[in-house]
């Protein structure tokens, strides 16, 4: 069964650091991108990252740019994404997404149930 | 880069057919291929309904189809269901800096 875990979700105060990791299992990980999509309480979806199944190519929003960074251990079949200079906005529900190919799909086939942060002093 | 626009709600009685639309900038839906539709619960992850306009994924039911003409992407769902209540989103791949933007989601109340 494919399946996508994520951990590593919690209470961080404005400006610090936390860092996600979905683990996969049931598919070969590293033959497809994969992505992080977020949704705030109450809100919509927005993406927020996606990685090439060999992790060369990573492509961010510009709302995370410069303070995230995402990457992918295929020995581990494990994503990550290292989140630093949290802001209150960053508040959201992270989901992992398996894309289509080994290259991005622009579109997300399967999610994990995903893992709440939330940034509050 | 702003949201796609869809409608905030739609509705319809079971049986019916309801389309909802997805509307965006010459940049995205119009200049790519790549829309998508998304369907959530309450709580729940979202689940891919159609992907690149029209395709339906293994194990989505044949109601769910989607379509596109200029800037306006739309899903339709026929005979509906109790089950079809839920949250739907749009994605497009956009020549903007960030590379995904979502629509803001319609609620489908199934009367």
């Known amino acids: 069964e494919v399946q996508l875990v994520e951990s590593g979700g919690g209470l961080v105060q404005p400006g610090g650091s936390l860092r996600l990791s979905c683990a996969a299992s049931g598919f070969t990980f590293s033959s497809y991108a994969m992505s992080w999509v977020r949704q705030a309480p109450g809100k919509g979806l927005e993406w927020v990252s996606t990685i090439s199944g060999s992790g060369a190519s990573a492509y961010y929003a510009d709302s995370v740019k410069g303070r995230f960074t995402i990457s992918r251990d295929n020995s581990k079949n494990t994503l990550y994404l290292q989140m630093n200079s949290l802001r209150a906005e960053d508040t959201a529900v992270y989901y992992c997404?398996?894309?289509?190919?080994?290259?991005?799909?622009?579109?997300?086939?399967?999610w994990g149930r995903g893992t709440l942060v939330t940034v509050s002093s | 880069q702003s949201a796609l626009t869809q409608p905030a709600s739609v509705s319809g009685s079971p049986g019916q057919s309801i389309t909802i639309s997805c509307t965006g900038p010459?940049?995205?839906?119009?200049?790519?291929?790549?829309v998508s539709w998304y369907q959530q619960y309450p709580g729940k992850a979202p689940k891919l309904m159609i992907y690149d306009v029209s395709n339906r994924p293994s194990g989505v039911s044949n109601r769910f189809s989607g379509s596109k003409s200029g800037n306006t992407a739309s899903l339709s769902i026929s005979g509906l269901q109790a089950e079809d209540e839920a949250d739907y989103y749009c994605?497009?791949?956009?020549?903007?800096?960030?590379?995904?933007?979502f629509g803001g989601g319609t609620k489908l109340t199934v009367l």
């Open positions: 994605s497009s791949y956009t020549s903007s800096n960030t590379l995904v933007i």
């Open positions: 010459s940049s995205d839906v119009h200049g790519y291929n790549y």
């Open positions: 997404a398996k894309e289509e190919y080994g290259d991005p799909s622009w579109f997300f086939h399967l």
